[in-house]
């Protein structure tokens, strides 16, 4: 089992910052890829960027691309996402996700097998 608790969400202006973290704990050693998705009102739960816990690559979507900066710190159990020139659209509840299904690629939900509880990002026009 991983456990995985992520902070840092908040109210932001538009074209503000925000940095979000999450910390996992538990059976990290079993995990391939920590990813961020973020769930709108009303809208499915959609892939932000992922980062590969044993490597540096790193993916995002293309709505976020540019803005937003994926990293890791293996010693500390932690993966942190960085949201630059924020717009309101990327107001949501944010989630880490922990996986390694290898049935689905790292944009997919299926790919993860632990989410944390969520976090509320809220940016403001």
């Known amino acids: 089992q991983v456990q995985l608790v992520e902070s840092g969400g908040g109210l932001v202006q538009a074209g503000g910052s925000l940095r979000l973290s999450c910390a996992a704990s538990?059976?990290?050693?079993?995990?391939?890829?920590m990813g961020w998705f973020r769930q709108a009102p009303g809208k499915e739960r959609e892939f932000v960027a992922a980062?590969?816990?044993?490597?540096?690559?790193?993916y995002y979507s293309e709505s976020v691309k540019g803005r937003f900066t994926i990293s890791k710190d293996n010693a500390k159990n932690t993966v942190d996402l960085q949201m630059n020139s924020v717009r309101p659209e990327d107001t949501a509840v944010y989630y880490c996700?922990?996986?390694?299904?290898?049935?689905?690629?790292?944009?997919?939900?299926?790919?993860?097998?632990?989410w944390g509880q969520g976090t509320q990002v809220t940016v403001s026009s």
């Open positions: 996700a922990a996986g390694s299904n290898y049935w689905y690629g790292v944009y997919e939900k299926g790919h993860y097998d632990y």
């Open positions: 980062i590969k816990w044993n490597g540096d690559d790193t």
């Open positions: 538990g059976r990290t050693a079993s995990v391939y890829t």
